[in-house]
């Protein structure tokens, strides 16, 4: 029996007495293989709605059988985890004191405002905050994939809705593929989600003239539209720009206009209530003019890792038991595997806290598909596989003691992607998780001639 197969009959165990329907197991094994609704629709011929609408219903089950949150993006690591050793849920649950770990959000999405786990950076947020209230302010956070951006953006956008500002988060990704195939489509998209999220009727038609030009059409939409209607002070923040970087003309024109809108901000009646945030990841490397990029002017906020105190601090919060031990002795073989990544720490926290895992095993089964870390480390290679000039780079990165020199566009995507850290276009691995991990897929047999 294939591991799909154990894992679908594990499945199928903990939703017992409830039988998954055909179509469910379609889902399950497809979601498994790693394909998205869309790719499942066309292999099914079911519409990628109604697919989903299967899949949300199902990770709600299994999330209220499990006792913590599944979803699409967790799943098989979650499967993974507690089917491993074919262990059963009631023997499992057995295992846990009464602590309310089950309580806790599985680690990878973005973290609510005021949530306990959060963990300041100073002097990050202090900086961040005091930009948000001046005036016509752009704040760039830029920090490598899971890193906490997004969850800094929610902190940001608590504080400000405190203080009496209104909060929006345009979220690039989020945008369909056929929508970031036009500037306009792609503007009016924005334009739909700014009002949405600020409760306000779309009314884009009133502003969008035709002939003007789309960016005009939006400058003056946000203008005389949303920030007249407002009157407070309105936050907009842009999250997972560098989704764009790879599409050169909609990402220069956006980019241009939104440079625009931060000297209109500084010098105009009527944009000194909008301050602006830009998240991304990596470098820009499109050929845009400098006085029409928004990367060369406001604050500029680079999120580091998390120093030890503040790792201790986020062990203390979940709440984990070091016994006779200092924390940072206790966790040391885990901080030499991971560093001070906030999302592989959180994961790692989760499991200890769930005392399924113990310390030693966790890190012996780090770097391996079976471990705590081989879905997101799976999601990685695949990037890699994708790109051949990355495959290739991280190689060298790999095979090399000292750091190596890297073209500038290689070096910044594997910047983005977490994989290295970098100095002055000098690449080492970010941390000796992923030595470990992509050197032996790199020289597995299989893993080769797949490539």
């Known amino acids: 029996m294939n591991s799909h197969k154990k894992a679908l009959q594990w499945i199928q165990n903990v939703l017992a007495p409830q039988e998954l329907t055909q179509l469910e197991?379609?889902?399950?094994?497809?979601?498994?293989?790693?394909?998205?609704?869309?790719?499942?629709?066309q292999e099914t011929g079911y519409h990628p709605g109604y697919l989903k609408d299967i899949g949300s219903r199902l990770w709600l089950s299994l999330s209220e059988r499990l006792g913590c949150e599944v979803k699409k993006r967790n799943i098989v690591s979650i499967v993974s985890q507690f089917s491993r050793g074919n262990l059963e849920r009631s023997k499992f649950v057995e295992t846990l004191p009464n602590s309310g770990w089950e309580k806790l959000n599985f680690p990878g999405c973005p973290l609510v405002f005021n949530s306990p786990l959060y963990i300041d950076r100073p002097p990050i947020e202090t900086w961040a905050v005091t930009t948000l209230r001046q005036p016509g302010s752009l704040l760039r956070i830029k920090a490598p994939h899971q890193m906490g951006k997004t969850s800094l953006i929610h902190r940001l956008n608590g504080i400000a809705?405190?203080?009496?500002?209104?909060?929006?988060?345009?979220?690039?990704?989020q945008a369909d593929p056929t929508t970031i195939e036009d500037l306009e489509r792609f503007l009016r998209w924005i334009c739909l989600t700014i009002t949405q999220q600020l409760n306000l009727a779309p009314n884009l038609d009133d502003y969008w003239i035709e002939g003007a030009g789309s960016k005009t059409n939006f400058t003056v939409y946000l203008q005389e539209y949303v920030l007249e209607e407002l009157k407070e002070p309105l936050v907009l923040a842009f999250d997972k720009v560098h989704s764009l970087f790879n599409i050169p003309e909609l990402a220069g024109h956006f980019l241009a206009m939104v440079r625009c809108w931060y000297e209109q901000s500084r010098t105009q009646d009527g944009w000194d209530n909008l301050r602006l945030v830009l998240a991304y990841s990596g470098e820009l490397t499109l050929p845009i003019q400098t006085n029409q990029s928004p990367f060369n002017v406001g604050i500029y906020l680079k999120l580091p890792p998390f120093t030890a105190s503040q790792?201790?601090?986020?062990?203390?919060?979940?709440?984990?038991?070091?016994?006779?031990?200092?924390?940072?002795?206790?966790?040391?073989?885990?901080l030499d595997l991971v560093g001070g990544h906030p999302?592989?720490?959180?994961?790692?926290?989760?499991?200890?806290?769930?005392?399924?895992?113990?310390?030693?095993?966790?890190?012996?089964?780090?770097?391996?598909?079976?471990?705590?870390?081989?879905?997101?480390?799976?999601?990685?290679?695949?990037?890699?596989?994708?790109?051949?000039?990355?495959?290739?780079?991280?190689?060298?990165?790999?095979?090399?003691?000292?750091?190596v020199p890297l073209d500038s566009d290689v070096a910044y995507a594997l910047e983005g992607l977490g994989l290295v850290k970098l100095k002055q276009l000098m690449a080492s691995p970010a941390c000796e998780l992923y030595r470990q991990y992509f050197w032996r897929h790199y020289h597995s047999e299989n893993y080769l001639k797949s490539v």
């Not at 790792?311 to 002795?329: F, N, Q, S, V, W």
């Not at 780090?366 to 990355?390: C, K, N, S, V």
Request: proline residues 4%; charged residues 25%.
């Open 311 to 334: 790792i201790c601090e986020l062990a203390e919060r979940y709440d984990l038991d070091p016994g006779e031990m200092e924390m940072l002795d206790y966790l040391k073989p885990l």
């Open 161 to 173: 809705e405190r203080e009496g500002m209104r909060t929006v988060v345009v979220n690039m990704q």
């Open 343 to 403: 999302y592989l720490l959180q994961l790692a926290f989760y499991w200890l806290r769930s005392h399924y895992w113990s310390l030693t095993q966790l890190v012996a089964e780090a770097p391996t598909d079976r471990g705590i870390y081989g879905e997101y480390l799976g999601q990685l290679r695949l990037a890699l596989e994708r790109d051949r000039r990355l495959y290739q780079g991280f190689y060298q990165v790999l095979s090399s003691p000292e750091p």
């Open 25 to 41: 197991e379609v889902v399950l094994q497809m979601t498994f293989a790693g394909q998205s609704y869309q790719q499942m629709s």
